[in-house]
């Protein structure tokens, strides 16, 4: 299961794994994306519409893969929601929405899926969070503290469900998504801060998924409880924004 699948990093870890041969099933609150994703990737087995902040329609979803599959053995965590604003400015209402998707939500397809993964063979549940989780950024104070907490969350998760669930973080940094262009519409402003990173460029989604489709693989075996930075250097230093 993939959540936020239908554009961006998510998308991009739903083509890889189908193309890879998985049973893939994407969950969004993008009725559209959803769509366009199932004309565009037909391996795709399940897109479901839903918010991962409501837990009843999450465990509706799960339910319904468990008449399907009977069970997930990975899942990726990877819905999330953005507010730019200043602390001083931020309003209650945007401070809770992100908390309740990015960090809540994963709160609640984590359980779904690890009661699952515990109950049979176990699996791998990995988190996207962000370089934003481990540094400071200005303005966008609720995301940071989202993406920090689900480094914790993984941590903590680690120790509870191992040996049988593997659970990991990864922290991209600018990732070349609509959620970007959203946030930096202007081309010469997302030209300059790429500029700006040792890489000299932003990520593409498909290097976030070829990250993810190793975390979740035998190779990765012995690895749980870490949070994997890939960001082009930017946190080499400091950060380049």
């Keep these: 299961m993939i959540t936020g699948g239908a554009s961006g990093i998510g998308k991009a870890l739903a083509r890889r794994f189908v193309d890879d041969g998985a049973r893939v099933a994407v969950l969004d609150v993008d009725r559209e994306g959803l769509t366009a994703l199932q004309n565009t990737l037909p391996g795709l087995e399940v897109a479901a519409e839903a918010d991962v902040s409501d837990r009843a329609r999450v465990a509706e979803v799960f339910a319904d893969l468990d008449r399907l599959w009977g069970g997930v053995d990975t899942l990726f965590n990877n819905a999330g929601v953005m507010r730019h604003a200043s602390f001083l400015e931020a309003d209650a209402a945007g401070w ?54 689900l480094i914790e969350f993984t941590k903590t998760l680690a120790l509870e469900l191992g040996p049988k669930i593997r659970v990991n973080a990864i922290c991209p940094g600018f990732v070349h998504t609509p959620l970007i262009d959203r946030e930096i519409a202007s081309p010469e402003d997302q030209a300059a801060m790429a500029a700006r990173l040792p890489a000299g460029r932003m990520a593409h989604p498909d290097e976030i998924a070829a990250l993810g489709a190793y975390l979740a693989s035998n190779a990765a075996a012995f690895i749980t409880g870490q949070a994997f930075v890939i960001d082009g250097g930017e946190t080499a230093g400091g950060l380049a924004s």
């Excluded at 009661?115 to 969070?129: F, L, Q």
């Excluded at 934003?132 to 609720?142: F, T």
């Design 96 to 149: 809770e929405r992100v908390l309740a998707v990015n960090l809540t939500g994963a709160f609640h397809v984590a359980q779904e899926a690890a009661r699952r993964m515990d109950a049979g063979d176990g699996g791998v549940i990995v988190n996207v969070s962000s370089v934003s989780g481990m540094v400071g950024m200005p303005d966008y104070v609720s995301y940071n503290v989202s993406k920090a907490g």
